[in-house]
């Protein structure tokens, strides 16, 4: 076992943390049942166990009211019976925090991230993976009377493995800007807006047929956060999505509509913790028959701190996919629809400040109306973790 250490000299701290979790996982590949397995990978066996080990270090140096900061994680996941899913993720971030004379903040960071894609998503026998270069930054400047301003870019760039993928490679470049007004603690209104340029970085898209498919995505939204008697907080916000392509000859794949979301947060009593929210997207898809899907959800979850050492999360919502074929004609196709169920709990103990002990439960299953994506599963975890 690695017991938690730290380094703390001229102001910077060093806060690292291991963490082990073993998983019983009734269905890893996802898939309806044992037939479709064994045509997948050749075996029958929908189970497995899984060990997953977390290791991480955060690195903070403040200076003044500007901060350094430093994030490096590394998980390893080993599979009982199917040791050909072994696989490891990484992340590498940092930046810098700026704050001039508290009217004027903003940040400037960059990254790496390497990260499996989920099952749920993918139907090949291999795992695939996402990798993630991030750079990005945003600006805020409060006005008085609680007028304010904010501005940011970010640039990612997406890379795929194994090379079947590679036709999906792309970098997007997000530009947004928020205006708000926050008169008091008790309540903020806002208005958002959102740039997105997606630029394929090979001639051939997944997504468009043997064309790019560069594109631009904008959204605009306004909404409000309230605190009602220091117990409720509520959030809406709501607004429209577009995205439009730039090959004239892929216009029939343009899509926009409405989004919106709401959420509440209310602490029925000083240990108990009710959330919920509910929310609509928009978002594009990979097939070719299928342009985008609308994304109607809903989440409420509970949080109970039994005593200071003990508490509870309880959680469940769902997730209704409907996917639209656009302009597409095609009689013979069906539009797909999926209904995303979950549910799970969660007992956290905390017998010292630096270790934390895990147990938890959850469910998950796709109803859909194409027989290919239904699926469900059950996951059982233990876990335990030493963090500074």
């Known amino acids: 076992m690695v017991s938690p250490a730290s380094g703390d000299a001229a102001g910077d701290m060093i806060k690292p943390s291991v963490e082990y979790r073993a998983i019983y996982d009734s269905n890893i590949y996802r898939l309806k049942d044992k037939d479709r397995l064994k045509i997948l990978v050749g075996d029958d066996q929908l189970y497995d166990y899984i060990h997953n080990i977390s290791a991480r270090v955060d690195v903070e140096y ?23 899913e072994d696989f490891q993720e990484e992340e590498i971030s940092g930046g810098v925090s700026l704050n001039v004379l508290d009217m004027i903040t903003g940040r400037l960071y960059g990254g790496y991230q390497r990260k499996a894609q989920s099952r749920e998503d993918y139907r090949s026998p291999e795992r695939v993976f996402q990798d993630t270069d991030t750079v990005g930054g945003y600006l805020d400047y409060r006005y008085m009377l609680g007028w304010g301003i904010r501005g940011g870019y970010i640039r ?18 997000d530009y947004s800007g928020n205006i708000y007004y926050s008169p008091s603690p008790v309540y903020k209104l806002f208005v958002k807006f959102l740039n997105r340029d997606i630029d394929y970085v090979n001639e051939t898209s997944l997504r468009v047929d043997n064309r790019r498919g560069d594109n631009t995505e904008r959204a605009v939204s306004g909404g409000i956060d309230y605190k009602v008697a220091g117990r409720i907080i509520l959030y809406l916000d709501a607004g429209y999505k577009w995205k439009r392509y730039n090959d004239n000859d892929l216009k029939y ?136």
């Open 253 to 388: 794949r343009d899509y926009d509509g409405p989004v919106w979301g709401v959420g509440i947060d209310y602490y029925i009593t000083a240990k108990l913790l009710g959330s919920g929210q509910m929310d609509r997207d928009i978002r594009e898809e990979i097939f070719q028959d299928q342009i985008y899907s609308e994304v109607d959800s809903w989440h409420v979850s509970f949080r109970y701190h039994i005593t200071d050492k003990i508490n509870t999360i309880v959680g469940g919502g769902r997730k209704r996919y409907s996917y639209k074929k656009g302009d597409i004609s095609i009689p013979f196709i069906e539009e797909r629809k999926d209904d995303m169920w979950s549910a799970s709990v969660q007992l956290l103990y905390l017998p010292v400040k630096a270790i934390s002990i895990s147990l938890s439960y959850s469910y998950s299953s796709r109803d859909s109306n194409k027989d290919l994506y239904v699926f469900d599963t059950q996951q059982v975890g233990a876990g335990i973790a030493f963090r500074y």
């Open 156 to 173: 990612k760039e997406n890379g795929y493995s194994p090379d079947t993928y590679k036709s999906s490679e792309r970098v997007t470049q």
């Open 62 to 84: 403040p200076v003044s009211k500007q901060k350094l900061d430093f994030t490096y994680k590394k998980d390893f996941m080993f599979f009982s019976h199917y040791a050909s």
